[in-house]
């Protein structure tokens, strides 16, 4: 996204052209900047050419995931849901993961008839349930235990996954005896090891520690695993002031942890696949005036980009037509859902807006759409994919007449 003659634009297409024929909000994507993260993921890592398995959770438009298939990705789930939407995009089988806590009888039934690549199993409890399903289906399951590193990733605390406080994973004593338990199983078959983190992750050096914790736990159990998942949790940069995280040392790191472990690595990412590919347009609706700071009243809401409500989280926010006339008020970006907490940022020295003026949030293609809602019975915006000058509709607005 740049400006030209002060027009904002994605890729070489004018935001205000796109608003004219399909209205805010609106989710825009960029193909350009899509295939560029991944082929710097590849690159970065390319000495050990890891399988790469997209994390569905973070973007599941079917038209996008299409394109990250034909880049060469498969796919991590968490669900039944995002396991057939993987395989509606064409993601080969023998490339999905399956992720989460809370896998169902019909769930793990359902992937088992599909034979993925692996089942991540979080406890024995899941274990025991894998094993009842194979044997009922006289067939042997490929399983990987996660292992909760006990690890602070120094990330938001709502998203960070690999403290011992945390629901995710099992202890290394727990782990010990899972490897041991399956040992003995005829249904199950252990292939990998899985670890993950947390998300939004801009520092190397709490996946350095958890590789020492990964050695450790791999060496006590004396097991030769054919798959190590690091799982993803790489971060972006949502403001100027954020760093990047060094895929160079991360790269080091692992290829040290090879040469004692010739397993084969699997990642997890999705929010450094699409985070900085997406933006959100919306219209300035009112302009409420305060003494301290003006609200800026826009028509996309919390419903339609929940992360800094839920979180908290910080996105910058441009006007789409620039001018050189800054507000000397505060101003308070702001939907119109009936909740406090229905705020996009707070910013001071922004330009000059006006009501109907178009402003685009930034970096909302990770958990933007994924997380949006029907909350206040409110429509989910339209989706867009811009390839040069080509603008592609990869998901309709919603109609009211269709959730009533």
Do not use: W
Not at 70 to 85: C, H, P, Q, R
Not at 203 to 230: C, G, Q, T, W
Not at 313 to 335: C, D, M, Q, W
Request: aromatic share 8%.
């Amino acid at each position: 996204m740049n400006y030209f003659n002060k027009n904002l634009q994605i890729e070489r297409v004018k935001v205000q052209n796109i608003v004219k024929k399909l209205s805010t909000p609106l989710y825009c994507y960029s193909y350009k900047q899509l295939k560029e993260n991944i082929d710097n993921f590849k690159k970065s890592f390319k000495s050990f050419a890891p399988l790469i398995c997209f994390s569905i959770k973070s973007n599941n438009n079917l038209n996008l995931i299409k394109e990250i298939k034909k880049l060469g990705l498969g796919a991590d789930v968490v669900s039944m849901g995002e396991l057939m939407l993987a395989l509606k995009a064409g993601i080969n089988p023998k490339k999905i993961v399956f992720s989460g806590i809370g896998k169902t009888s019909n769930e793990l039934k359902f992937a088992i008839n599909k034979k993925i690549l692996l089942i991540n199993a979080e406890s024995k409890s899941e274990i025991i349930e894998i094993e009842k399903i194979a044997k009922s289906k006289k067939k042997i399951i490929n399983i990987g235990i996660r292992l909760n590193p006990n690890i602070d990733a120094k990330t938001l605390k709502q998203i960070t996954t690999g403290k011992k406080e945390d629901k995710f994973g099992v202890d290394e004593k727990t782990f010990l005896d899972l490897v041991n338990y399956i040992s003995f199983s005829k249904n199950i078959n252990l292939k990998c090891l899985s670890v993950h983190l947390g998300s939004q992750i801009l520092d190397h050096r709490p996946y350095e520690k958890m590789l020492k914790v990964l050695d450790r736990a791999i060496k006590k159990s004396n097991y030769n695993f054919e798959f190590i998942d690091l799982g993803g949790g790489m971060g972006i940069s949502y403001t100027k002031n954020n760093k990047k995280l060094n895929y160079s040392k991360y790269n080091n790191a692992i290829k040290r942890f090879k040469k004692s472990h010739k397993s084969k690595i699997i990642f997890e990412p999705g929010r450094s696949i699409v985070g900085n590919i997406g933006y959100l347009i919306s219209k300035v609706i009112y302009i409420k005036k305060n003494n301290k700071k003006d609200f800026i009243i826009l028509d996309a809401a919390m419903n339609d980009f929940m992360r800094p409500a839920l979180y908290g989280a910080n996105h910058r926010v441009l006007p789409v037509i620039k001018t050189n006339n800054i507000s000397k008020k505060v101003y308070e970006f702001v939907g119109p859902i009936c909740e406090s907490t229905d705020k996009f940022a707070t910013l001071k020295k922004f330009q000059k807006l006006r009501e109907k003026d178009l402003v685009a949030i930034c970096d909302v293609g990770a958990y933007g759409i994924s997380l949006s809602s029907n909350y206040n019975m409110r429509p989910k915006p339209a989706e867009i994919l811009i390839k040069g000058s080509e603008i592609n509709i990869i998901k309709k607005r919603q109609k009211l007449t269709d959730l009533i």
